[in-house]
T-cell receptor, first 109, second 114 residues
């Protein structure tokens, strides 16, 4: 089946630093989704990408859909403590979403 | 809309007991998904329904797991008999068009089997 590989698995950063994480796949995706999961909650969609090469921003978040359609990147600028959580990439196919393993982000004040 | 509603939020049960997890999807959503989350395996899709019909149950780990969707506003995931290795957070999610769009997740049920 389809698999998504996320890196890094975890990050420990200081408040105010920028963060970058990525997701790669052996398969081509036509859509890339980035979710965030707060502790004790379900994942919530942050950004959706629908076109190869697309660069989309949502506040301090910026995500890009790789030109090969096999990868995507998520950047967070000027991190704050509430950015802590698990970030997942997801790609649709065959009527369902496949999720990456997640990147655990810890932000030290 | 209140979003996807799952119950209970927490469940502690003894090994061998039957466990039933419940989900109410967002009204109007035609797709419903059950996921399991563990530290080791991350988010795993167990089964999904379209218009109340199970479409893909290949992620259901064993015959001890079963899921039903008797109507558009209710689904259950049942484990019988439960085992300690079933301990995980179980999420229900729903979507309007299907897997090609955003899925909305419930808050999850944290299951502990002792």
């Amino acid at each position: 089946g389809q698999q998504l590989n996320q890196s890094p698995q975890s990050m420990f950063i200081q408040e105010g630093e920028d963060v970058s994480m990525n997701c790669t796949s052996s398969s081509i995706f036509n859509t890339w989704l980035w979710y965030k999961q707060d502790p004790g909650e379900g994942p919530v969609l942050l950004i959706a990408l629908y076109k190869a090469g697309e660069l989309t921003s949502n506040g301090r978040l910026t995500a890009q859909f790789g030109i090969t359609r096999k990868d995507s990147f998520l950047n967070i600028s000027a991190s704050i403590p509430s950015d802590v959580g698990i970030y997942f990439c997801a790609g649709p196919g065959y009527g369902k979403l496949t999720f990456g393993q997640g990147t655990i982000l810890t932000v030290h004040p | 809309d209140a979003g996807v509603i799952q119950s209970p939020r927490h469940e502690v049960t003894e090994m061998g007991q039957e466990v039933t997890l419940r989900c109410k999807p967002i009204s109007g959503h035609d797709y419903l998904f059950w996921y399991r989350q563990t530290m080791m395996r991350g988010l795993e899709l167990l089964i999904y329904f379209n218009n109340n019909v199970p479409i893909d149950d290949s992620g259901m780990p064993e015959d001890r797991f079963s899921a039903k969707m008797p109507n558009a506003s209710f689904s259950t995931l049942k484990i019988q008999p439960s085992e300690p290795r079933d301990s995980a957070v179980y999420f229900c999610a729903s979507s309007f068009i299907g897997g090609d769009t955003e899925a909305f997740f419930g808050q999850g049920t944290r299951l502990t089997v002792v």
